[in-house]
T-cell receptor
Framework: DADVTQTPRNRITKTGKRIMLECSQTKGHDRMYWYRQDPGLGLRLIYYSFDVKDINKGEISDGYSVSRQAQAKFSLSLESAIPNQTALYFC?????????????FGPGTRLTVL | AQSVTQLDSHVSVSEGTPVLLRCNYSSSYSPSLFWYVQHPNKGLQLLLKYTSAATLVKGINGFEAEFKKSETSFHLTKPSAHMSDAAEYFCVVSDHSGYSTLTFGKGTMLLVSP
């Protein structure tokens, strides 16, 4: 089984709808992250959480919110989806050991907002 | 502040010839540097990482990268390209400034022709 899972893998929705993307991990990591990927722009950080009680905005948090329900679960919500939120979304985790803080990525969720 | 510049958006090589993907970085602290690979319709896989140990880092699938502080570069190389190397490659920096997060380059698409 994969260490970092994302649901759903694909979602098509309409403008104005509320959408939740979920991420779960079995790596036992404290740190979790949400990124979006757009062609030609690489990955950009939306939100990150260094433990259950710690939530931080990333580079592009406007229009998004998150919830850290447990160490293993980190959800991303779009309260009112808009077409320019169409993108590939990745969840990632890391242990927080700053000397070798490698992030491990989920398979991604492809979101299309019509 | 930290940033990454991948100098080529696309690189084309023939199978069996060397690969060079160029990356320059900027960081206020002693950085960690990573290369991730993304195959079509797949998630991100860690190729290799530099964390202030040896400046020449060996990764998976025959890839390696050399950290050059004086040039602020972390170029990725492989002696002989294989068709399966065709993918998008991301250079990534983390500055370990306490709340360390990753900053991604915009990606380099590697095309391998027979």
């Amino acid at each position: 089984d994969a260490d970092v899972t994302q649901t759903p893998r694909n979602r098509i929705t309409k403008t104005g709808k509320r959408i939740m993307l979920e991420c779960s991990q079995t790596k036992g990591h404290d740190r979790m992250y949400w990124y979006r990927q757009d062609p030609g722009l690489g990955l950009r950080l939306i939100y990150y959480s260094f433990d259950v009680k710690d939530i931080n905005k990333g580079e592009i948090s406007d229009g998004y919110s998150v919830s850290r329900q447990a160490q293993a679960k980190f959800s991303l919500s779009l309260e009112s989806a808009i077409p320019n939120q169409t993108a590939l979304y990745f969840c990632a985790t890391s242990s927080g050991d700053t000397s070798t803080d490698t992030q491990y990525f989920g398979p991604g969720t492809r979101l299309t907002v019509l | 502040a930290q940033s990454v510049t991948q100098l080529d958006s696309h690189v084309s090589v023939s199978e069996g010839t060397p690969v060079l993907l160029r990356c320059n970085y900027s960081s206020s602290y002693s950085p960690s540097l990573f290369w991730y690979v993304q195959h079509p319709n797949k998630g991100l896989q860690l190729l290799l990482k530099y964390t202030s140990a040896a400046t020449l880092v060996k990764g998976i699938n025959g890839f390696e990268a050399e950290f050059k502080k004086s040039e602020t570069s972390f170029h990725l190389t492989k002696p002989s390209a294989h068709m399966s190397d065709a993918a998008e490659y991301f250079c990534v920096v983390s500055d370990h400034s306490g709340y360390s997060t990753l900053t991604f380059g915009k990606g380099t698409m590697l095309l391998v022709s027979p």
